[in-house]
């Protein structure tokens, strides 16, 4: 069964971020289970609620309340946390300021241990930008740790976080990735009804365009081939599934805060927070134990940017979901693919 729990807010006060600050920033963020249970943190991904996250939390399920003490994490600009959409002026809408990984992980910490009283992670699991914020725990030189996601976690808090999975996510984000980005940013930012952000309504021609983009790269070209897109009849035609999922999924969502937090992820770079850029300093400095798991056929984190980042792992396992599915098949939606990805994370978080 699947857990319901209340969405906690987690006012920052004055808050810096790349590109400015917040009078008053929010992490919104829920809680399961017991507290003295060991604490697994499983932040979003792109167009991810926090209600997104219970595929894989509930009793039964990999991350059960009965074992873990789990808190689901907003990232900043998904509509939850303090966004475009939700902020007040000045800050609102196109002048919501630039937002990183590093800003995120550093508001997740200040949940983690200033409200939530954690004092060790037990794991960081992450899917897709999710992912890419596991891995940014690093120590500082002067032996104080600051925070980063999934990848971002392990680089700044290596004594805080015990072990990371990362599941279709990569370090660094990919300049194939990133153009890739372009296209659905394009499409929707040049719209007749986007009007540099100022709408004043939801922009229907640029998220409709955005979405039908975007949808191109989020299944393998074996997916759409096969014509899974149909779902065994619920869906009469290609056109038919872009319309109502794509579309129809997207138009609930802001167009300013799609750009921004589309933004976070062509930045991604978790060496960008500390040598210099070196990357293979940077990832040679994780501490923490982690599991890899690409999609074989993900066209946003291709499995050899992961295998590229096991170089430099010094205590890394590699696990290549071999499906067609893509990039979503990190969303829960193929049950056979949910069930080896959730039996993989039950055995790395129940190794000794």
Known sequence: MSQVAEIQYHHHGRFRLAGGVLPDAITAYQTFGDPKNPCIVFPTYYTGKLDSQSYMVGEGKVLDPRKYYVVTIALFSNGESSSPSNTPAPYNGPYFPTVTYEDNVRAQYAVLTQKLGIKKVFCVIGFSMGAQLVNAFVKSNDGFAEPLQAYYWSVMYPDFLERYIAICGSARTSPHSQCALEGPKAALSASKDFQDGHYKSTPQHGIRAFARVFSAWAHSQAWYAKKNYLFGGMYASLDDFLREVWE??????????????????????????????????????IKARSLIMPCKKDLFFAPEDSQNDMQFLNNAKLVIIDSEWGHMVGTGLSVHDNEFIQAEVKKFLEEP
């Open 248 to 285: 129809g999924g997207l138009l609930e969502w802001d167009a300013n805060d799609l750009l921004t937090l589309l933004n976070t992820w062509q930045m991604g770079d978790v060496s960008l927070i500390r040598d210099g850029g070196h990357f293979a300093d940077c990832l040679g400095a």
